[in-house]
């Protein structure tokens, strides 16, 4: 993967493809999670940060009711009605836009129409938030366009609701609050539950955040996704009836998951054991960054892996092998997962020095396999979204 390219001529794209200058360029990050996985959903709390590589949508209004949205990459100009995206049946992708649409629209935003002109380099379906980088541009540039403002957490909101809606995944607040919120060389701490955020400062000195594409992705992810959620709900159930106050698991700790594990069955027992786990080297994982003590940081990304791994089942065959391989290259400090799993991105902490070990141990070692081909980025922990041009310039995360 290349560095996060400068902005892309998008203003120019959309100028030529509809035959008139756009009104507003929206700019939204991808992200990388550090630590903090599959806790979205169980008001636990996550540390992701923002990508350079982001999505940059620029719109012009339209008066006729009418949506039509052009994106660069699929090279693929799409039509439908503001109010009936589904009688047009356009390609999938545009379900972000429309779900985006319909729900501002909802909220009483006054869009009567909108040209959009989508460019993107966030590699998609690599588990880096593209869906959520595409839903918050669309939600800026055409929140802009109607000349309505919307409050940061709203706006992240209601890009994830219209993911729910329009796209059918049941996805946590993690990334479109990622791409809403995050500001340059932080990490964003986020509690799940009270929806408050730290910005927590990243002195990375020698060290980097490589992100590696592992190429793959199955065809089980979606359904194991909503497997997972309705294990964590079946867990969380069995603990109230025998614990009062707890609301989700995020109110239980480890001890607790031990004490109850044979009521709550093998499965149950070990997808509680993760997020409960996974909540407190959140937390630690925070104050190691705080006190810049990025070995214990490392220690507990790999831990993070394990119990992903072994207590939360949605590793698969290349990312451990994955991480294993960078693993075992001389001063890594962490490796794990990111995301949600069965594919998508590994996020390691390693000396900038050792980047070229890495990717040579990941090509002759993945690669020559038979996985892959492979994918390594340095990641660049990048600003929120923001609108670049138009009216209300300006920065979520700042
Ligand atoms: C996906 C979802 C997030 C989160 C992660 C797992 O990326 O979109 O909300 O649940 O999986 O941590």
């Known amino acids: 993967m290349s560095p996060p390219a400068s902005r892309p001529p998008v203003r120019e794209l959309f100028a ?31 540390l992701p940060i923002a990508l350079g590589q982001s999505t940059w949508v620029a719109a012009g209004p339209r008066s006729d009711g009418r949506m039509r949205a052009w994106s660069q990459s699929c090279e693929i100009e799409q039509t439908w009605p503001l109010d009936d995206w589904a009688a047009d049946r356009p390609a ?30 966030v590699p998609v379906g690599g588990g ?44 946590g607040i993690m990334d479109q609050y990622a791409s809403v919120l995050a500001r340059a060389d932080c990490a964003l701490l986020i509690d799940c539950r009270a929806r408050a955020w730290e910005h927590i400062p990243l002195k990375l000195g020698e060290y980097v955040i490589l992100v590696v594409n592992s190429g793959v992705r199955h065809d089980l992810a979606a359904g194991v996704y909503a ?37 709550l069955g093998t499965v ?20 190691a960054l705080r006190r810049n003590d990025l070995e214990t940081f490392g220690r507990l990304i790999s831990a993070s892996h394990a119990s992903l791994r072994d207590d939360f089942e949605v590793s698969c065959v290349e990312l451990d092998r994955l991480v294993e ?7 890594v400090l962490g490796v794990r997962l990111t995301g949600a799993g069965f594919g998508g991105c590994i996020v390691a902490l390693v000396p900038r020095g050792s980047v070229p070990a890495v990717e040579e141990a990941v090509r002759r070692q993945y690669d020559a396999e038979g996985y892959g ?22 920065n979520f995360g700042q």
């Open 16 to 46: 030529q493809r509809f035959g008139r200058p756009c009104a507003v360029v929206a700019r939204a990050p991808g992200r990388v999670n550090l630590i903090g996985e599959h806790t979205d959903y169980n008001d636990g709390f996550v």
């Open 92 to 121: 999938p992708w545009t379900g972000y836009i429309a779900g985006v649409a319909t729900l501002l629209r909802r909220r009483g935003v006054p869009l009567a129409g909108c040209d959009l002109a989508v460019v993107s380099d």
């Open 128 to 171: 880096l938030s593209s869906s959520a980088a595409l839903e918050v541009a669309t939600a800026l540039a055409l929140s802009c366009v109607a000349g309505a403002t919307l409050a940061p957490l709203e706006l992240a909101d209601l890009c994830r609701a219209a993911e729910h809606e329009f796209v059918g995944v049941p996805c």
């Open 227 to 263: 497997q997972r959620q309705r294990e964590c709900r079946q867990a969380a159930d069995l603990l109230r009836s025998l614990q009062p106050g707890v609301a989700g698991l995020r109110d239980v700790d480890a001890a607790t998951v031990e004490r109850h594990a044979g009521r």
């Open 268 to 287: 149950c027992a070990a997808r509680a054991r993760h997020v409960t786990s996974e909540n407190a080297r959140t937390i630690a994982a925070a104050e």
């Open 325 to 331: 391989i960078v693993g075992n290259v001389p001063g």
């Open 373 to 394: 081909p492979a994918r390594v980025l340095v990641a660049h922990p990048g600003a929120g979204a923001s609108i670049v041009e138009g009216r209300r310039v300006g």
